[in-house]
């Protein structure tokens, strides 16, 4: 586990959390930056540790070469813990290629479950699908009572996910809708920061 790093002015809060992709893998050497410009390299275990000052919320990044980039806006408790899992898209800058003997799908669902950092089911979550260049919605859904969704069929492209409950801080990540990625036909596992009260 990694040591904890001190953002300017820091006093006793802290954000601990990880960096993962889609199959729930956690990614060594992404590098974490906090809005004060503090950063840090994720250990062996996708980890990172920060001691910040008190604070309502701070922007949290996550990014790794071919692995694209992730931002949270997460609250922090005065003098207490706030966690969070960043995920990263993943392949954002690979061209999707089937090995011999396959083809790829013109279009694939894209489906998940959002829960709490406890691993509590979200009820009610909105999960939008944008396009990456324009921003505009190309669908958007809501999770059920296990915190599950799953989308009609959508054409293979990059697209941003973006997730808010009325009680999380909202999320947001790209992720490419392809089928040849294997790993990624787990569903997503989204977990969400509670919201500042």
Not at 16 to 30: E, F, I, L
Not at 42 to 67: I, K, N, Q, S, W
Not at 114 to 121: G, I
Not at 169 to 191: G, M, N, Q
């Amino acid at each position: 586990m990694i040591g904890l790093a001190y953002a300017s002015g820091g006093t006793a809060s802290v954000i601990r959390g990880r960096v993962t992709v889609c199959n729930g893998g956690v990614v060594r050497g992404a590098i974490v930056t906090l809005a004060t410009g503090e950063s840090q390299v994720t250990d062996a275990d996708g980890a990172f540790v920060f001691r910040v000052a008190d604070t309502a919320t701070v922007e949290v990044t996550a990014e790794l070469a071919g692995l694209g980039r992730a931002r949270e806006i997460i609250c922090v408790p005065a003098s207490g813990l706030a966690e969070t899992e960043l995920l990263l898209p993943w392949h954002v800058n690979d061209d999707c290629i089937p090995t011999a003997g396959h083809s790829l799908p013109n279009a694939r669902r894209i489906k998940g479950r959002v829960e709490s950092l406890t691993h509590k089911p979200i009820r009610g979550a909105i999960v939008r699908l944008l396009n990456v260049q324009s921003r505009a919605v190309v669908i958007s859904t809501r999770t059920n009572r296990r915190g599950q969704f799953r989308t009609r069929l959508l054409p293979l492209s990059h697209y941003a996910i973006e997730i808010s409950s009325p009680n999380s801080v909202t999320k947001s990540f790209e992720i490419w809708s392809a089928a040849c990625l294997a790993a990624c036909e787990r569903p997503l596992v989204i977990r969400l920061s509670p919201r500042c009260i």
